[in-house]
């Protein structure tokens, strides 16, 4: 409760969203692009005016866009890219993080890219060749006034995988983070993600 003894309520979000879906060319080309705006009211936050206690009156913001894409152009052929954008800030709090983004929202920029080829025919009809990308741009572990960021490095992951599939059984092999990328995850403390993987699998269709 706050210095007059009133209780806290729950906090409230208002969210709109607009947006966009195609579908071009009898399904090569679907995807959507989308727009959102997100405020979080009633934050609890310090009262600097009575130190002892808190006042709720806080707000934060989220806003960014989403692309996705899914193309299909040629027969055994796809392509899947997607972004995503999100600013995050706090708009009235404590005055250690006033204007600063939030722990946990993560990068404001991050990218995928996933592509796969399958033959349908010829001799080597059922083999499958693809490759993925995933960025993330930095982000914030800490973020305080007047110390600043401890900021969580941007990182891109390569992967790569190749099947071999029949009326009976299947054999694929994938490899993870391909350049053996060092990165992290977390906030208020950073852990370290795993190294290049290789993953091999064998299935048997009864």
Not at 52 to 78: M, V
Not at 129 to 135: E, W
């Amino acid at each position: 409760m706050d210095a007059n003894g009133k209780s806290f309520v729950p906090e409230e979000a208002n969210q709109w969203e607009a947006g966009v879906k195609y579908n071009l060319w009898e399904d090569k080309l679907t995807g959507s692009i989308s727009y959102y705006d997100i405020l979080v009211k009633n934050i609890v936050r310090s009262d600097v005016n009575n130190p002892l206690f808190n006042i709720q009156d806080g707000q934060q913001r989220s806003k960014g866009i989403e692309l996705e894409i899914l193309a299909n152009p040629l027969r055994g052929l796809t392509f899947m890219a997607g972004y995503g954008f999100n600013r995050s800030r706090f708009e009235k709090a404590d005055t250690d993080v006033e204007g600063r983004r939030p722990q946990g929202a993560g990068p404001e920029n991050t990218a995928s890219f996933w592509t796969n080829y399958t033959f349908t025919s010829t001799a080597l009809k059922g083999l499958g060749l693809g490759f993925n990308l995933n960025y993330a741009g930095e982000s914030v572990s800490i973020s305080l006034n007047p110390d600043g960021d401890l900021i969580v490095p941007a990182y891109t992951l390569l992967g790569a995988h190749i099947t071999y599939d029949t009326e009976k059984w299947k054999v694929g092999v994938k490899v993870n983070n391909l350049t053996d990328e060092k990165y992290w995850m977390g906030w208020t403390n950073m852990i370290p993600q795993r190294p290049r993987q290789a993953i091999l699998t064998l299935g048997y269709k009864f």
